[in-house]
């Protein structure tokens, strides 16, 4: 069964404080895995898309990674503006569907 | 970029009464669309696949009668909920996918009263 599992389901950060978050998933044949970035009362916000294992992908503060089972989002020196509630969501080739994440929660305090 | 457009982005109805949710495509052609519904502090589910010229595939327990999905046209889709009951308070959100990017809308806020 395709399941993701996202950790932890909140973060406090101090501003600039590093950190990453983890998604770690179980599809079968992985298509790609998204990530997407939703503000409270608002649709997920494209952040990246992750093909293969070894990939990375940088926007700004964001850095994305892949493994075969993990995907990690980093955020360096983080601003208040990041706070929001990060997905992750892999693509099954099976389904064709987004299997989605709980959620990261971030709050980035000044 | 894609850009997805939905609404209204709050609706407040009657119970009993029905509500239609628009979700536009603006400048992509979108063969398939999505349908979620978004329970406070929770993430994405899945309610429908709609395909453009064919019936929608619903996901197991969602009620077809109930979450009609039309999608008529390459950039548009439309739920309409159907008898609406304060149980279908929710937060409904579409996404198109373009070809291998999955563009969300920025949901819509029902409320029955």
């Known amino acids: 069964e395709d399941q993701v599992t996202q950790s932890p389901e909140a973060l406090r950060l101090q501003e600039g404080e590093s950190s990453s978050l983890n998604c770690s998933y179980t599809?079968?044949?992985?298509?790609?895995l998204f990530w997407y970035r939703q503000d409270p009362g608002k649709g997920p916000e494209f952040l990246f898309t992750?093909?293969?294992a070894g990939e990375e992908k940088e926007k700004e503060r964001l850095k994305a990674t892949l493994t075969k089972k993990e995907s990690f989002l980093h955020i360096t020196a983080p601003k208040p503006e990041d706070s929001a509630t990060y997905l992750c969501?892999?693509?099954?080739?099976?389904?064709?569907?987004?299997?989605f994440g709980q959620g990261t929660t971030l709050q980035v305090k000044p | 970029g894609a850009v997805v457009s939905q609404h209204p982005s709050r609706v407040i109805c009657k119970s009993g009464t029905s509500v239609k949710i628009e979700c536009r495509s603006l400048?992509?052609?979108?063969?398939?669309m999505f349908w979620y519904r978004q329970f406070p502090k929770k993430s994405l589910m899945l309610m429908a696949t709609?395909?453009?010229?064919?019936?929608?595939?619903?996901e197991q327990g969602v009620e077809k009668d109930k979450f009609l999905i039309n999608h008529a046209s390459l950039t548009l889709s439309t739920l309409t909920v159907t008898s609406a009951h304060p149980e279908d308070s929710s937060f409904y959100i579409c996404?198109?996918?373009?070809?291998?990017?999955?563009?969300f809308g920025s949901g819509t806020r029902l409320t029955v009263v």
């Open positions: 400048d992509f052609q979108a063969t398939t």
């Open positions: 996404s198109a996918r373009d070809p291998d990017r999955y563009t």
């Open positions: 992750l093909y293969s």
């Open positions: 969501a892999p693509l099954s080739s099976n389904t064709g569907k987004l299997i």
């Open positions: 599809v079968s044949g992985l298509r790609g």
């Open positions: 709609s395909n453009e010229g064919s019936k929608a595939t619903y």
